[in-house]
């Protein structure tokens, strides 16, 4: 049974900080992409950045280039989103999906003075 699980969320202040991480399991990790989405309140999800099997190749949206990193760790099966330069707008439950079409659980990620 697949399972994908996020941690890291949290409150951050603007221009802070955070580590989303993602475990996943019930699945051939190392064959598959993995990405990161948002969803804000009352907006449709969107997709943050894409990671390809081997971890070579990155594709992010055009609003956290420069800003937000993805990377993956075959070994654990876990793909982690590091973000830098928060905004308020980056407010939103953040969801890790695998290209299989499984999702997690998501969580949230405040940016607030």
């Known amino acids: 049974q697949v399972h994908l699980v996020e941690s890291g969320g949290g409150l951050v202040q603007p221009g802070g900080s955070l580590r989303l991480s993602c475990a996943a399991s019930?699945?051939?990790?190392?064959?598959?992409?993995m990405s990161w989405y948002r969803q804000a309140p009352g907006k449709e999800r969107e997709s943050v950045a894409v990671?390809?099997?081997?971890?070579?190749?990155?594709i992010y949206a055009d609003s956290v280039k420069g800003r937000f990193t993805i990377s993956r760790d075959n070994a654990k099966n876990m793909v982690y989103l590091q973000m830098n330069s928060l905004k308020p707008e980056d407010t939103a439950v953040y969801y890790c999906?695998?290209?299989?079409?499984?999702w997690g659980q998501g969580t949230q990620v405040t940016v607030s003075s």
């Open positions: 999906k695998a290209q299989i079409g499984y």
């Open positions: 019930g699945f051939t990790f190392s064959r598959y992409a």
């Open positions: 990671i390809h099997s081997a971890g070579v190749s990155t």
